[in-house]
């Protein structure tokens, strides 16, 4: 085999899998390409072709840059299409072999059920790492560059950091008039919009003295680099003096205040979480809990574990729809395989959507929460397959 390799370095091979392994392996790569295509030609149509053609029509989308939009959204519904994809394959393909008297023939010969299923969970791992690396290398990174694409050709100004209604809130020690210092809110900052490093309509509220409340409004704050605090501009402050019951108030051009540059960072957050690779994900959550924004983390959390459960969906797949397939006498044709593979995976993810939302409220665990579904349905393969091999 060195030899061989050594001669065609290029070349890729099966030569050292057991001959039944690549027979069935061959059996399988046909329908799940072709369940990969016709996922996703319909996800695709249904998710971005007629919101294009209507842009293109109504706004005057340019068509060639409604061409590479649809091109960088290909990889996000490729993605949704492998774990469907791996289960119409191996229903299909195992179904096909059991009609045709094809397995009878290998459990004649002493092949076990679960031998012969080997081939389909061994691919269904592989496109399990496979839809990991696409799900957290590739989509976010071509979904941004679509969304700013279709922005640029229809002519809305473009900035590389955006967001709206920024919330921040800082806790600390709160000083006491009996001189000692509890812990609590001390600043509440909010901005309408964040734009090229830039807060719009900014109210901050200072907490960090007890019986003292100020109020800072700017049209703009900016963080200065050289001062390391905020440059707020075109604003006014007032102060409630609650022991004395006094207001003052005055407005200034330029107040710097000592604020930490987080709210810029949090600013930044993608409001999606499929923007966002594991690693982006994992410090927007940090950044969440410093800001004490304990729901919007925990939603993080559910997020992130679920982009490591999502790609195995395919193993679950696998191992259904082989489980079905391998049944003695079972025969399933490409449209009958098209509509049980469409009920099983409306049933898997109407249970995943309903345990997410019960991780995102609390009532289960992050962990918990995306990984349930994979082990039901891992459970419900092992009992499938167990019922096809008595």
Request: charged share 20%; glycine share 8%.
């Amino acid at each position: 085999m060195l030899q061989r390799f050594r001669r065609h370095p290029f070349r890729f091979s099966l030569d050292w899998l057991p001959l039944m392994d690549r027979w069935l392996i061959a059996e399988l790569v046909g329908p799940l390409l072709f369940g990969i295509a016709a996922f996703t030609a319909v996800s695709l149509s249904v998710g971005v072709v007629f919101e294009l053609v209507r842009k293109v029509a109504e706004a005057g989308l340019p068509l060639s840059a409604a061409m590479q939009v649809l091109g960088l959204r290909l990889p996000g519904f490729l993605v949704l299409s492998f774990p469907m994809a791996t289960l119409m394959a191996t229903l299909l393909a195992y179904s096909r072999l059991s009609g045709n008297s094809e397995l009878t023939a290998l459990r004649s010969v002493g092949v076990s059920t679960k031998r012969m299923v080997a081939p389909a969970v061994a691919l269904a791992v592989a496109m399990s790492l496979l839809t990991f690396v696409f799900n957290d290398v590739i989509v976010p990174r071509t979904n941004l560059s679509a969304s700013i694409t279709l922005d640029q050709a229809l002519g809305k100004a473009i900035a590389a950091e955006r967001g709206r209604h920024t919330l921040y809130s800082r806790f600390g020690r709160i000083s006491q008039p009996d001189g000692e210092s509890v812990r609590g809110m001390t600043q509440l900052f909010y901005a309408q919009e964040f734009s090229d490093g830039e807060m719009k309509d900014v109210t901050l509220i200072d907490f960090s003295r007890t019986g003292q409340r100020q109020m800072l409004m700017a049209k703009t704050g900016r963080w200065n680099e050289a001062k390391a605090m905020w440059e707020f501009r075109n604003g006014r402050i007032v102060s409630v003096d609650e022991a004395n019951d006094t207001t003052t108030s005055a407005n200034f051009d330029r107040y710097f205040y000592p604020l930490s540059r987080d709210v810029e960072e949090v600013a930044k957050l993608p409001t999606d979480a499929n923007l966002m690779t594991v690693g982006q994900a994992r410090r927007a959550e940090r950044l969440l809990l410093a800001a004490n924004n304990k729901k919007e983390a925990r939603r993080l959390r559910v997020r992130i574990q679920e982009k490591f459960a999502f790609p195995a969906i395919c193993l679950v797949f696998g191992l259904i729809g082989s489980s079905l397939g391998v049944r003695p006498n079972s025969r399933t044709s490409r449209s009958q395989g098209f509509g049980i593979s469409v009920l099983l995976i409306f049933v898997y993810y109407l249970m995943s959507f309903i345990f997410s939302s019960l991780g995102i409220t609390g009532t289960l665990s992050p962990l918990m929460a995306a990984w349930l579904p994979v082990g039901i349905g891992l459970a419900g393969g092992l009992v499938l397959l167990r019922q096809a091999s008595r």
